[in-house]
RNA sequence: GGGCGAGUGGUGGAAUGGCAUACACGCUGGACUUAAAAUCCAGUGACCGCAAGGUCGUAAGGGUCCGACUCCCUUCUCGCCCACCA
């Protein structure tokens, strides 16, 4: 351990300090202008991370920065306490999942009570908590009311080691999100919440959101995937059966040569006596079902698929009959699970009819570009340059051009055709003009013991009831024996599962799956705002005071799921009359990851980097300092020792410089009489140090105001502090220019290091916190 | 395939049209010390030069401008997100 500043009494006694004046705890009713700083609340593994120094170090500058620009800030803490982690431990250490939690929020509580951040503690919440997750099942029964909680049965995405379902946006690169494991499909009957009802608000306002990294919003944009078009109906010809396909290109219309189905899609059973290979379709069918989602979705794979013998699709524009084939590249999820395939003009639909030997037809031809023509005049030669076969072909041609081969619209530009043919089809009820998103509901349901139950009785006369609100909280139980297998641990808990209907008074079955834990961090933000009321989900009051966060920090992870989620409950919120804003969270910074080596830190991979060490070796405040100073927040950072010795030695020359000033008597700023020091005589030195002074202050504070590049307000801390050094040391003590330096100085870097900073503030000769 | 971002010394990184490389790390030399640690001082983009000084230099190429790391065009490389999305 190195030798240098008392870090450990200094950081003990302040945090001692600020607990016993409640320095953060905040009141709602302050006339001063309100600042809600919020971090992302983290699950209580137990211990604290690199990464969550990093968020909640950026946090709590932040924080501490508005308090002392005269902010009432709110800076509340608390835990995302349900989730799997839970039951796996419990099932490790012979334990509950509950008293597994606890001990790790206390432990973490710890934790982040020594890196000394200015939360206010009393505000503390957990999701686990009865106290909390009631106002969960509150909010699911308003949802259920207005049918925006639903149970359907549909093929959902399951993670066979997690053994639950999962939500579309928990499948990352067709792994679940938590243990990456392949997800397959299931068909069950499960809960959902309708987030497509606010699909396109949530669209709509991310123009709003002009504090968030673009990055985010355009991540949201992309899983939103609005995409504008036609449907258009195909028929099969014998049987008359429609099938809608959806398309962006309706200009192309004329030119489909076939149709593909998804292997899934209903319309197969239904024409099945048509069909005469239907052996050798229902083989295919069998053989894409076994693949899992990653290798379906394989873009790089060769696309099979069969043809649908003995049925025919006929064109609605042309009546021209055109084959029907099924295939593993279209989805049943996406659109109408059906498409129309235009090989001379998708490229997709092009390498599949040259697999396959499809017929193509031409129905949008490049524009004339040579100067020449560009003046109205279209030589025989440069149209027949121009028109090249189909089977000359070597790719599909997909840029804008005019229509050709397509009835009344030949001549026409197609970015014109598109909207004409969509009208025209709308027209004589062939087709509509439509649009389709790539969002799903939601699924909420986990077959998971160590989560919110679900606030639903089924009862065989009444059918699916919701819990009547004066029920709540429907506690989950606490003797589960939790085994890891056999679906939700909650259908073998007797006196869970068997109840009395609400309507009716008969026997009755409660559900048993819990919900997915995004739904605990959708709205926790609001509930720091009142997080002790009893009789409400939160005060009104409260809410339109702090609300909205004025800054939100987290990682990039959460850009989709819980960033998504969270606009979406306010939303809701917004419509049931409770919020009055639409959105959240006005500032969003996404801070960038921690690694060691270049790569993310883990067990497995043995890098990990445990603060507590680096606490205990040279203090909080080293640490803190560190890491702000090593890259601006949303870059990544790669983990260096080095880092930290550079900032202790900093530190400590800072330490230094406050030793040898002498306190001085308290003088109150502005009681002083600066006349006096500009009416004597000044050498350069001085005038410098007064000019660096001010500089300092304006570059550090726009630093961390405008833009949050910390690394640089620091940078110019550390050059102000070099200036200090300069002055001779045998005037150092004397200047009062000197003092004035040092105390800005220490001011500054207080949001960085505060308990060293008011270690140095009272040493200077100040009664009072810092902050 | 679509979208977002990045590319600057040995390293982390500064500079958003005006002295390229602030600040820090590392390294080299020096002071202090019996010695080390700590601390302090000096130097540190490359090349030429004893020096003064000069030449080159921000992924590559081109352009605008009195002036470009910064703006525009072309290309390359890397990272992230979405993606057989019809």
Redesign the pocket.
């Known amino acids: 351990m190195?030798?240098?500043y008392p870090f450990k009494e200094i950081e003990i006694k302040w945090q001692e300090y600020w607990r016993k004046v409640r320095l953060f705890n905040t009141p709602s009713d302050s006339v001063r202008p309100k600042y809600y700083c919020l971090e992302m609340f983290p699950y209580p593994s137990g211990r604290i991370h690199m990464g969550h120094v990093r968020n909640y170090t950026i946090g709590d500058v932040v924080a501490r920065f508005k308090m002392m620009q005269g902010f009432n800030v709110l800076h509340p803490m608390g835990f995302d306490a349900f989730g799997q982690p839970a039951e796996n431990a419990a099932i490790k250490n012979k334990t509950s999942p509950a008293t597994w939690t606890y001990k790790c929020i206390d432990w973490m509580r710890q934790e982040l009570k020594k890196m000394g951040f200015s939360y206010d503690w009393e505000r503390e919440i957990s999701t686990c908590s009865p106290d909390y997750y009631r106002w969960n099942q509150w909010i699911f029964l308003k949802m259920f009311e207005r049918g925006l909680a639903y149970k359907k049965s549909s093929s959902v995405n399951w993670c066979p080691s997690c053994l639950t379902t999962l939500a579309n946006e928990e499948v990352?690169?067709g792994g679940c999100w938590r243990c990456a494991t392949a997800v397959e499909k299931k068909d069950l009957e499960k809960w959902y919440l309708k987030i497509t009802e606010y699909q396109e608000c949530l669209l709509e306002d991310l123009k709003e959101l002009k504090h968030w990294?673009?990055?985010v919003v355009?991540?949201q944009?992309?899983?939103l995937?609005k995409?504008v078009?036609a449907e258009i109906y195909f028929r099969e010809k014998t049987t008359g059966e429609v099938i809608p396909?959806?398309?962006?290109?309706a200009d192309t219309i004329f030119g489909a040569t076939y149709i593909?189905l998804?292997p899934e899609h209903p319309m197969i059973s239904k024409i099945k006596q048509q069909i005469s290979n239907i052996e050798d379709v229902e083989k295919y069918i069998e053989i894409v079902k076994k693949e899992t989602r990653l290798q379906?979705?394989?873009?790089a794979?060769?696309?099979?698929g069969i043809e649908l013998k003995g049925v025919k699709a006929i064109n609605p524009v042309n009546n021209e009959e055109v084959p029907i084939w099924i295939?593993?590249?279209?989805?049943?999820?996406?659109?109408?699970?059906?498409?129309?395939?235009?090989p001379t003009h998708?490229?997709?639909?092009f390498?599949f009819a040259k697999e396959h030997g499809l017929p193509m037809k031409i129905v949008i031809e490049k524009p004339e570009t040579s100067p020449s023509t560009a003046l109205g005049t279209d030589t025989e030669q440069s149209r027949s340059a121009r028109n090249q076969k189909p089977e000359e072909l070597t790719e599909a041609y997909e840029a804008e051009g005019i229509q050709v081969n397509s009835g009344q619209f030949d001549g026409l530009p197609n970015t014109v055709a598109k909207e004409k043919i969509a009208v025209w089809m709308e027209e004589i009820g062939i087709g509509k003009k439509e649009e389709?998103w790539?969002l799903r509901d939601w699924l909420i349901s986990r077959q998971r013991y160590w989560g919110t139950p679900i606030p639903v009785i089924y009862c065989d006369k009444c059918g699916t009831v919701a819990v009547p609100e004066v029920d709540l909280p429907i506690l989950l139980s606490e003797n589960v024996e939790i085994t890891g297998k056999g679906g939700s641990p909650l259908s073998r808990v007797k006196e869970f599962v068997e109840t009395k209907c609400p309507k009716c008074k008969t026997k009755a079955r409660r559900e048993t799956d819990t919900m997915a834990t995004f739904f605990d961090s959708s709205w926790y933000f609001l509930r720091f705002c009142s997080p002790k009321n009893k009789g409400e989900i939160f005060d009104k009051k409260d809410i339109s005071y702090w609300m909205p966060v004025d800054q939100y920090i987290g990682g990039?992870e959460h850009?989709?799921l819980h960033l998504l989620y969270s606009r979406f409950f306010t939303k809701f919120f917004k419509d049931l009359g409770l919020v009055d804003f639409k959105e959240p969270f006005r500032h969003l910074l996404t801070q960038g990851m921690v690694l060691k080596d270049g790569e993310v830190m883990s067990k497995s991979r043995g890098n990990i980097v445990d603060p507590d060490e680096i606490i205990k070796d040279y203090g909080a405040d080293t640490l803190r300092l560190a890491m702000l100073?090593?890259?601006?927040p949303e870059?990544?950072?790669?983990w260096?020792e080095?880092?930290i010795?550079?900032?202790?030695?900093?530190l400590?020359?800072v330490w230094?410089m406050v030793e040898e000033q002498q306190p001085a008597p308290v003088k109150r700023s502005g009681l002083g009489k600066p006349e006096t020091r500009v009416q004597k005589p000044e050498d350069s030195s001085v005038l410098d140090l007064k000019r660096k002074i001010h500089q300092t202050i304006k570059k550090a504070t726009e630093?961390i105001e405008n833009s949050f590049?910390f690394?640089?307000a620091?940078?110019?801390i550390?050059?102000l502090?070099?200036e200090i050094?300069?002055q001779k040391p045998e005037t150092r003590v004397e200047k009062p220019e000197i003092k004035e330096a040092i105390e800005a100085v220490v001011r500054l870097l207080a949001p960085f290091v505060p308990h060293m900073s008011e270690e140095m503030w009272e040493k200077l000769g100040h009664k009072e916190s810092i902050f």
């Open positions: 190195p030798s240098g990352i690169n990294p673009e990055r355009a991540m944009e992309n899983w995937g995409s078009g396909v959806f398309t962006t290109r593909v998804a379906r979705e394989d873009v794979k060769t696309k099979t295939a593993d590249y279209v989805l049943m999820e996406y659109g109408t699970g059906a498409i129309m395939a235009v998708d490229q997709r639909d390498l389709k790539r990039i850009a989709v100073f090593a890259a601006p870059a990544e950072i790669d260096n080095r880092g010795e550079g900032t202790w030695r900093f400590n020359r230094r630093d590049q690394n640089t620091i940078a110019a550390m050059e502090v070099n050094y300069a």
